[in-house]
């Protein structure tokens, strides 16, 4: 299915296919939770209606550190199996993205040999877990590797270094990537709609209360589940259905 295009000049078509329809998903915030979602739930044939309250990616996902990582630091705590989801998904993206999850070296300093070796231990393990191919695994630099390769570093406190892969992408690019495909699938996306209520029937969400920022009109989504991806301001979106 090819992504489809997020036009503005549709916007009234999608608000009224928004207050027409029900759908069996209606997700709050179009962040990468949230368009991740749209686009797993709508490539299974589920009716997924997605509402953001400023631009998409506004929030953390356009302020990311930019890295596709597999979880390291989850490793030193002893997170194996978060460590190994992850770096698998990293490796999937590369491959279905490549444009969006471009490889670089990450150059980890190390003050004495045996800090190399504790960094080449977790490194390897990581490798392992994430299934790396042979030319993506770790380098260990030291004198003239270390000199040519990372020049302004300051050897004479890291005299060593071990170097490894890890993905960049553009943060708010991989965002409008997932929401246009997950309108390909029949996902009705839309941006500046903030959530004002959330709807009960029976004691549960059948839905939500939003407005067009632009026209200032209120329309009503109804749908079998309300998801809350909000980000930073989920709780903000939780209140709107219990307050306490």
Do not use: Q
């Not at 390291?72 to 705590?77: S, W």
């Not at 980890?108 to 045996?114: E, G, I």
């Not at 000199?147 to 570093?153: D, F, K, N, Q, Y």
């Not at 589940?225 to 979106?237: I, K, L």
């Amino acid at each position: 299915m090819p992504p489809a295009a997020l036009d503005s000049a549709e916007r009234p078509a999608r608000i009224a296919r928004l207050a027409a329809e029900r759908f069996d998903l209606a997700i709050v915030g179009g962040g990468i939770t949230g368009a991740g979602l749209a686009l797993e739930a709508a490539s299974r044939g589920l009716r997924v209606a997605l509402l953001e309250a400023g631009d998409f990616a506004i929030g953390t996902s356009s302020r990311s550190s930019k890295l596709i990582h597999g979880g390291l630091r989850y490793l030193a705590m002893g997170d194996v199996a978060t460590v190994r989801s992850t770096a698998l998904e990293r490796k999937i993206l590369h491959r279905i993205a490549p444009h969006l999850a471009e490889p670089h070296w990450l150059v980890v300093p190390a003050r004495s040999r045996a800090g190399l070796m504790k960094f080449r231990a977790g490194i390897t393990a990581y490798e392992k877990l994430g299934e790396v191919e042979a030319a993506d695994r770790h380098r260990n630099w030291s004198g003239e590797a270390l000199a040519e390769g990372e020049p302004i570093l300051d050897r004479s406190v890291h005299p060593h270094a071990c170097v490894y892969r890890e993905y960049v992408t553009d943060d708010a690019r991989l965002v409008l990537a997932n929401l246009r495909a997950a309108a390909g699938h029949g996902a009705a996306v839309l941006s500046r709609a903030p959530v004002e209520a959330i709807v009960c029937e029976g004691g549960r969400a059948a839905g939500v209360e939003a407005r067009c920022t632009e026209s200032g009109e209120p329309f009503r989504v109804r749908a079998r589940c309300v998801v809350n991806a909000a980000g930073p301001w989920v709780d903000a979106v939780r209140a709107l259905e219990d307050a306490d």
